[in-house]
């Protein structure tokens, strides 16, 4: 069964350092998001790209954060400086038209000290 | 009134009850519903999108009432297996289909 594949699954960084997740969404998918979940808290919307850019995002999604799709597979989260508050799982989600499921990863845990 | 509410938990039924779960969102204009598995420190898996008339899945049952912006799920004969949280989940109003507002979940857990 396809899915979204995303790497590292767990990542420790120091404090202002900068941090890229990786996401392989499912290959037909048109649509692709990532969220965040801090631990014990829900599950937060971050931002949604279509047709190479971003369609909309959250006002979690600052100008620490971008994503790309640098090639016709990955699609990446950066977070230039990370900050404590980071240090959460971040899932990536992809689907193939508006109103189809969404199909989440597995997740990255990113921990900041 | 939070966007989306759900009692936390934990419930703690033994195997074979049925369970019901509640929901309350606060946009009254929200169109999309659905109701996500999340097993510990796993991803939201999709169970059942909700519809106004009501919809089964085999042992699982969901509502919606828009009038009172209230979402249920139900879950018959519990199974050692449904144990996780239910995550609510509600399209935002004015966002894409994927921009999904998740409540914090409710826990479950069924005992032997």
């Known amino acids: 069964e396809p899915e979204v594949t995303q790497t590292p699954s767990h990542q420790v960084t120091q404090m202002g350092q900068e941090v890229i997740l990786r996401c392989v969404p499912i290959?037909?998918?048109?649509?692709f998001y990532w969220y965040r979940q801090i631990l014990g808290q829900k599950v937060e919307f971050l931002v949604s790209?279509?047709?190479?850019?971003?369609?909309?995002k959250s006002e979690i999604f600052d100008d620490q954060f971008s994503v790309e799709r640098p090639d016709g597979s990955n699609f990446t989260l950066k977070i230039r400086s990370t900050k404590l508050e980071d240090s959460a799982m971040y899932f990536c989600?992809?689907?193939?038209?508006?109103?189809?499921?969404?199909?989440f990863g597995e997740g990255s845990r990113l921990t900041v000290l | 009134r939070k966007e989306v509410e759900q009692d936390p938990g934990p419930f703690n039924v033994p195997e074979g009850a049925t369970v019901a779960f509640n929901c309350t969102y606060s946009?009254?204009?929200?169109?999309?519903f659905f109701w996500y598995r999340q097993d510990c420190r796993k991803e939201p898996k999709l169970l059942m999108s909700?519809?106004?008339s009501g919809n089964e899945d085999g042992r699982f049952t969901a509502q919606l009432n828009r009038a009172s912006q209230y979402i249920s799920l139900l879950i018959r004969d519990s199974k050692l297996s449904d144990s996780a949280t239910y995550l609510c989940?509600?399209?935002?109003?004015?966002?894409?289909?994927?921009?999904?507002?998740f409540g914090k979940g409710t826990k479950l857990s069924v005992k032997p």
């Open positions: 989600a992809s689907r193939t038209r508006g109103g189809g499921e969404l199909f």
């Open positions: 290959s037909n998918h048109l649509y």
């Open positions: 790209f279509y047709n190479n850019e971003i369609s909309e």
């Open positions: 946009n009254s204009a929200s169109q999309s």
């Open positions: 909700v519809y106004s």
């Open positions: 989940v509600v399209n935002k109003y004015g966002g894409s289909q994927g921009n999904l507002i």
